[in-house]
Protein backbone atom coordinates (compact mmCIF):
# COMPACT_ATOMS: atom_id res chain seq x y z
CA UNK A 1 0.00 0.00 0.00
CA UNK A 2 1.06 3.74 -0.57
CA UNK A 3 2.43 5.84 2.30
CA UNK A 4 0.64 8.50 2.71
CA UNK A 5 2.26 11.42 4.60
CA UNK A 6 1.71 14.93 5.69
CA UNK A 7 4.47 17.22 5.95
CA UNK A 8 4.14 20.20 8.44
CA UNK A 9 5.63 23.57 7.01
CA UNK A 10 8.06 24.11 10.04
CA UNK A 11 9.32 20.66 9.29
CA UNK A 12 10.35 21.51 5.69
CA UNK A 13 13.04 24.09 6.03
CA UNK A 14 13.29 27.25 6.32
CA UNK A 15 11.63 29.41 3.57
CA UNK A 16 10.33 26.13 2.45
CA UNK A 17 6.52 26.25 2.62
CA UNK A 18 4.80 26.47 -1.06
CA UNK A 19 3.51 23.66 -2.15
CA UNK A 20 2.61 22.91 -5.88
CA UNK A 21 0.82 19.35 -7.46
CA UNK A 22 1.16 18.28 -10.66
CA UNK A 23 -1.44 14.99 -11.36
CA UNK A 24 0.71 13.88 -14.60
CA UNK A 25 -0.35 10.95 -17.07
CA UNK A 26 2.25 8.76 -17.99
CA UNK A 27 2.54 5.57 -20.37
CA UNK A 28 4.00 2.35 -19.73
CA UNK A 29 7.84 1.82 -20.32
CA UNK A 30 8.18 5.54 -22.03
CA UNK A 31 10.44 8.34 -20.33
CA UNK A 32 7.95 11.23 -19.21
CA UNK A 33 9.97 14.54 -18.73
CA UNK A 34 8.85 16.49 -15.56
CA UNK A 35 9.88 20.04 -15.52
CA UNK A 36 9.72 21.04 -11.32
CA UNK A 37 8.55 24.71 -10.79
CA UNK A 38 11.11 27.87 -10.68
CA UNK A 39 12.12 27.93 -7.30
CA UNK A 40 11.69 24.46 -5.84
CA UNK A 41 13.83 23.49 -3.20
CA UNK A 42 12.24 19.48 -2.40
CA UNK A 43 10.40 17.37 -4.27
CA UNK A 44 8.43 13.77 -4.35
CA UNK A 45 7.18 11.65 -6.91
CA UNK A 46 4.95 8.53 -6.87
CA UNK A 47 2.71 6.74 -8.73
CA UNK A 48 -1.14 6.84 -8.09
CA UNK A 49 -1.67 3.09 -8.12
CA UNK A 50 1.42 2.46 -6.04
CA UNK A 51 3.32 0.53 -8.62
CA UNK A 52 7.28 1.23 -9.49
CA UNK A 53 9.06 3.71 -11.40
CA UNK A 54 12.47 4.41 -12.77
CA UNK A 55 13.95 8.33 -12.13
CA UNK A 56 16.89 9.84 -14.82
CA UNK A 57 18.16 13.15 -14.94
CA UNK A 58 19.60 12.44 -18.23
CA UNK A 59 17.42 10.72 -20.82
CA UNK A 60 18.14 7.10 -22.23
CA UNK A 61 21.01 7.66 -19.11
CA UNK A 62 21.80 5.98 -15.85
CA UNK A 63 18.68 5.34 -13.65
CA UNK A 64 17.54 4.10 -10.12
CA UNK A 65 13.83 1.73 -9.42
CA UNK A 66 10.99 3.10 -6.94
CA UNK A 67 9.80 -0.42 -6.09
CA UNK A 68 6.10 -0.36 -5.66
CA UNK A 69 4.35 0.86 -2.89
CA UNK A 70 7.22 3.40 -2.35
CA UNK A 71 7.87 7.59 -3.18
CA UNK A 72 11.05 9.03 -4.13
CA UNK A 73 12.35 12.33 -2.39
CA UNK A 74 14.85 14.64 -3.06
CA UNK A 75 15.37 17.55 -0.88
CA UNK A 76 18.05 20.82 -0.31
CA UNK A 77 17.39 21.77 -3.99
CA UNK A 78 19.11 25.15 -5.10
CA UNK A 79 16.19 27.61 -5.81
CA UNK A 80 18.19 29.40 -8.31
CA UNK A 81 18.56 26.45 -10.35
CA UNK A 82 15.86 24.54 -12.71
CA UNK A 83 15.00 21.07 -12.29
CA UNK A 84 14.19 18.36 -14.59
CA UNK A 85 13.55 14.86 -13.87
CA UNK A 86 12.67 11.83 -16.24
CA UNK A 87 10.13 9.26 -14.67
CA UNK A 88 9.71 6.00 -16.48
CA UNK A 89 6.57 3.97 -15.29
CA UNK A 90 6.34 0.64 -15.12
CA UNK A 91 2.59 0.51 -16.00
CA UNK A 92 0.52 3.25 -17.08
CA UNK A 93 -1.08 5.46 -14.50
CA UNK A 94 -1.01 8.78 -13.20
CA UNK A 95 1.95 10.52 -11.10
CA UNK A 96 1.76 12.09 -8.63
CA UNK A 97 4.68 15.28 -8.23
CA UNK A 98 5.03 17.49 -4.95
CA UNK A 99 7.31 20.31 -4.95
CA UNK A 100 7.86 22.70 -2.31
CA UNK A 101 9.45 26.18 -3.08
Not at 26 to 51: C, F, G, H, I, N
Not at 58 to 69: D, K, L, Q, W
Not at 94 to 100: C, G, H, M
Amino acid sequence: MARVSSTAASTLGSGVTTPSIQNISVTAALEAPVALPASTRRYKVQMRDSSGFEVRYVSAGPHFTIECGNDYEETGLSPTISYTIIVTPSVSGTLEVISWS
